[in-house]
C-alpha cells in the first residue's frame, strides 16, 4: 500500500493574513493651507502622486472622511496617479480665521485607497497652523526690460494668525508664464528681459510666495508698469 503524506497548512484568518500583499505606499502625500495676503483669503490645497489607483479617500485628524474620488469608466480600468486640488478660498472677512482652522484641525492627515489590482495604496500628510506672513515686495523696471523684483525675509506669522514659528524653506515667483523657485537665502531675482519684452504695455502682475518648511505657503501681489 502506498502511504501518502497530507500536509495540511493554516486556514482561516492566520491563511488570510498571510496571502495578503502589503500596503503600497504614495509617492507624495500633501496637505498644506495657502493665504493671500493681498486678497486676504484662505484655502486648502491637496497635492498626492501614486501608482495607478482606483479609489482614494482622506481622513482627517478627527477620523471624519473630507475627501473621497473614485474613477469611473478607463480610469476605473486604467487608474490614476497625480491628483492636485485646491479648496475654496474664502476671504477672513467673510469666514473667520478660527473657523477655517477648526475645520483643518492641525495633525496627520491619512491617505487610503484601492489600486487596479487591488492593492491597498495608503499615504499619510501632516497640516500645521504655521502659517507664513506674506513677504513685503518692490520690483523696479529699468532699461532694455531689466525687471528685478525683490522681497523681504518672513518671519513670523500674519497679525491675528497662530503664534506658530516659522521656518521659511523657500520663496516662489510668478509673472505670468514665468515661474521660479528660489532658496530662502534669496530676496530678489531678475527676470529674463526677453519674457518681460513679450509682455502687454501697461500694468502688470506678479506674486511672491513665501514657503514655510510645514509646506504652508503665503502669496503677496505685487504689479510694475510696461511702458
Known amino acids: 500500500m502506498t ?36 486678497a486676504n483669503d484662505l ?14 479617500t482622506i481622513v482627517n485628524p478627527e477620523k471624519l472622511t473630507i475627501f473621497g474620488v473614485e474613477g469611473k469608466g478607463p480610469y476605473k480600468d486604467l487608474g490614476l496617479t497625480e491628483l492636485f486640488f485646491e479648496g475654496a478660498e474664502p476671504s477672513l472677512d467673510d469666514v473667520p480665521l478660527a473657523v477655517l482652522l477648526a475645520l483643518f484641525p492641525a ?8 489600486t487596479v489590482d487591488g492593492n491597498d495604496i495608503v499615504g499619510t500628510a501632516t ?8 513677504p513685503k515686495v518692490s520690483a523696479v523696471l529699468g532699461l ?3 525687471l ?21 524653506v523657500a520663496f516662489q515667483v510668478i509673472v505670468g508664464a514665468f515661474q521660479v523657485t528660489l532658496p530662502a537665502t534669496t530676496l530678489s531675482v531678475t527676470v529674463p ?7 502687454s504695455s ?12 510645514g509646506g504652508n505657503q503665503t502669496i503677496t501681489e505685487g504689479s510694475f508698469v510696461k511702458e
Request: net charge negative.
Open 3 to 38: 502511504m501518502v503524506a497530507l500536509i495540511v497548512g493554516p486556514t482561516g484568518p492566520e491563511a488570510w493574513a498571510a496571502k495578503k500583499k502589503p500596503d503600497l505606499a504614495l509617492d507624495i502625500a500633501k496637505v498644506f493651507f495657502e493665504f493671500n495676503s493681498s
Open 43 to 56: 484655502g486648502v490645497h491637496v497635492f498626492l502622486d501614486g501608482e495607478d489607483w482606483k479609489t482614494l
Open 107 to 114: 495633525g496627520t492627515y491619512e491617505f487610503s485607497g484601492k
Open 127 to 134: 497640516l500645521t497652523h504655521a502659517i507664513p506672513a506674506g
Open 144 to 146: 532694455n526690460n531689466s
Open 148 to 168: 528685478v523684483i525683490s522681497w523681504e525675509p518672513v518671519t513670523g506669522p500674519p497679525d491675528g494668525f497662530p503664534a506658530e514659528s516659522i521656518n521659511i
Open 193 to 199: 528681459p526677453e519674457f518681460v519684452a513679450s509682455l
Open 202 to 213: 501697461g500694468v502688470n502682475a506678479f506674486e511672491v510666495l513665501a514657503i514655510e518648511a
